[in-house]
C-alpha cells in the first residue's frame, strides 16, 4: 500500500510564497505520475501540477500555470508556489497514480490520496 505524506501549507500573505513536499512511502510503476491537487468547499477538486517520476515531464492545469512550479525530488515530489492570492486557499492534495487522466475529475487517474495539506492566503 503506498501512503503519501504532505507538508508545508500555513498561512501566507497575498504575494508570498511556500513550498510543498509530499513523501511517497515506496516508488513503483504504479505511483510512476505523482501531483498536486486542490478543493475548496463546494467546488470540484482541481488539477494543479503533475510530475512524471520517470520522464520528469511535467504537466500543469489552469490552477497551476504561471506561478508555480512542480520537481521532482529523492522520495517524492515538491511544490513551489509564488505569488500566492487569496483565491489559491484550499486544502492542497498530493495523490500518485500509473496514468494521467487529466480532463477526468475529481481523482484524474490518480490511485493514491494523501490526506491534505491547507493553504490559507490572506489578503
Known amino acids: 500500500q503506498v501512503q503519501l505524506v504532505e507538508s508545508g501549507g500555513g498561512l501566507v500573505q497575498d504575494g508570498g510564497s511556500l513550498r510543498l513536499s509530499c513523501t511517497a512511502s515506496?516508488?513503483?510503476?504504479?505511483?510512476?505520475?505523482m501531483g498536486w491537487f486542490r478543493q475548496v468547499p463546494g467546488k470540484e477538486r482541481e488539477l494543479v501540477a503533475v510530475i512524471s517520476r520517470s520522464s520528469d515531464s511535467p504537466w500543469y492545469g489552469d490552477a497551476g500555470k504561471g506561478r508555480f512550479t512542480i520537481a521532482n525530488v529523492k522520495d517524492g515530489i515538491y511544490l513551489h508556489m509564488y505569488r500566492l492570492k487569496p483565491e489559491d486557499t484550499a486544502v492542497y492534495y498530493c495523490?500518485?497514480?500509473?496514468?494521467?487522466?487529466?480532463?477526468?475529475?475529481?481523482?484524474?487517474?490518480?490511485?493514491?490520496w494523501g490526506k491534505g495539506t491547507l493553504v490559507t492566503v490572506s489578503s
Open positions: 515506496v516508488r513503483t510503476y504504479s505511483t510512476d505520475y
Open positions: 495523490a500518485a497514480g500509473s496514468v494521467l487522466r487529466a480532463g477526468d475529475p475529481p481523482n484524474y487517474g490518480m490511485n493514491y
